[in-house]
């Protein structure tokens, strides 16, 4: 349908009369042929005009001709083609035009906002809640980074000592002295080469084969198809979405751990034609033969991680296209069959031009070689991921120091000990108080159970009742912390989570009654809000407590914590401690705020007086 938008000419018959021997006839077929040529919209545009005055005249000697009637009625149905054919096509390019105008002011971009003056490195980030640029910078040459410092420095915005900033640690590969990057992945070698143009036996170019060729010889010493990067891989969210990041080489990258995951993204294979196009081609029909390709071409990764493996498979594919990474791959396309074209344009730009200098430096006669994680680059892939199935279990709340886990997404932290123990942080902001105490570790979030017939009262965890509980057990695993534990003929089992999307911590409890009469159990949850920082409230805590306020909610079964603001423009951290219930019975839900209420005078967490009779 568009390319006969275009074109519309192409469904007529060609104008071939062989039996006119009509001067108008052997115009037309030289204009045919000027139709039916390579033609840009550009020069439909502009030519249109002279070819429509050229009809005109192939039309009137036809009329004057009176063997010419079918020529006349060609000439005829062609006219109008092309006058719309015109119009469309100069309309095209205006918004073309157009397009390029507004990207070429959107491109015009501040990197100074993101750079640190004082070690001359752009930082990963901004923190725009904080107010503050990331700490971690940019730091390494084999970076996709570099094609950012490259156009800030062609921009006159940084100086040139700032690509000269750039790390350049070496290691062998293959005999060839080869850049070391962060995670070893073929994004962090190759992305720039898709619009940079390279130059040959220079240390980025030296850099880039060697990484694909480290590529090919682990491939093989896995057995398996090669092409590994940052990418989706088998685990999802609680919304089905994969998850995200990069992967890489062991032996490329100074992160540790690359051993652990065998991830294999397609693209990655597809952008090796710019530097190896026959092993690249040999590979790609080896992903074809794993299952790699669907409807819209390649998918995103092959992920062999065992423990992401479904039972009875050999690898899970991760069935989902990311434009960005199918982008990449066109681009690379582009650069193998079309003879670079975009390294043409960004070569076109003078700026850019000007500081072509940088992508031609040699490699350093002498320079100090290291060999990042050596032994975890020949370990076996089978070897390498069988941490990955980490657990720890502890039994014994009182053996020795409090053993620690750690839940975090980035932003939320929960600390939990296997007592019970810990607090919940948000970014640099203490939600919940916690002091350091490995003897009696007795600060953190803690529910307490209550049989309402009895009185008795109890934890799930060994804190802050401290009673021994048979079958106790402490159990911590990557995505979340449990602790199971039988007292009063009652099962209690509490899980500790913190959401990956979202800033929110999960803790459920479950019960189960092995007596055999009904069992009524009121469940209290006890925190104390801070919503500072941790040293604040360190220095002194009563005038921290005097400005966290709580508004209660009923409808809702929540509590609402937030700081009241010292200045008008701060913005306070809020918090909200919501209960869900779930059961056949749920009787009346309760609040307390006040910490001294809930404990008594003297009390204590382990007797507080609101659970007493």
Known sequence: DEILARFPWLHLHE?????????????????WEQLNSALSLRRIATETESWLAKLDDLLEAAHSSRESATLAGLLSDLRPLLDAAGQKAQATVNELENLAQRCDEQARLDFTVLYDPVRELF??????????????????????????SYVAIALGQVEQNHWFRLGRSLTPTGGKPTLISWS????????????????????????????????IQYGKQINLPWGISESGYNLRDADANYQYRAFGVPGLGYKRGLAHDVVIAPYATVMALMVAPEE??????????????????LYEALDYT????????????????????QGMSLLSLAYTLLDRPMQRRFNSNPLFKSAELLLQERVPRETAVLYPHELEAGKERETAVAAENTLRVFTDPNAGPPEVHLLSNGKYHVMVTNSGGGYSRW???QMT??????????WGTFFYLRDVDSGNVWSPTHQPTLEAKPGYEAIFSQSRAEFRARLNEIDSHLEIAVSPENDVEVRRIMLTNHSDDTRTIEITSYAEIVLNSAAADSAHLAFSNLFVQTQIVPPQNAILCSRRPRASSEKPPWIGHLLLV??????????????????GRGGNLSSPAALKD
Not at 306 to 325: D, E, I, K, L, Y
Not at 433 to 442: I, L, P, V
Request: charged share 25%; proline share 5%; net charge neutral.
């Open 582 to 599: 779930h059961g056949n019975e749920v009787g009346k839900v309760s609040f307390e705020t006040d910490r001294s209420r809930f404990i």
């Open 184 to 215: 070893g992945s073929m994004f962090e070698y190759l992305m720039p080469m898709l619009v940079m143009p390279s130059y040959e036996n220079t240390l980025l170019d030296f850099s880039c084969k060697s990484a694909v060729a480290r590529q």
């Open 15 to 31: 104008p071939l009369q062989p039996h006119l021997n009509h001067e108008a006839a052997h115009e037309l077929k030289k204009l």
């Open 306 to 325: 065992p423990s992401r493996v479904p039972s009875g498979q050999t690898h899970a594919v991760v069935r989902s296209f990311m434009v960005h990474h």
């Open 280 to 297: 690249a081609c040999k590979n790609l029909k080896a992903l074809r033969d794993e299952k790699a390709d669907g409807k819209y071409g």
């Open 123 to 148: 930082s990963i980030g901004y923190n725009v809640s904080q107010h503050r640029l990331d700490p971690s910078c940019y730091d390494l040459l084999a970076s996709e980074a570099r094609l950012g």
């Open 433 to 442: 108080r916690w002091r350091e105490d490995a003897t009696r570790d007795n």
């Open 427 to 429: 970014n640099d902001t």
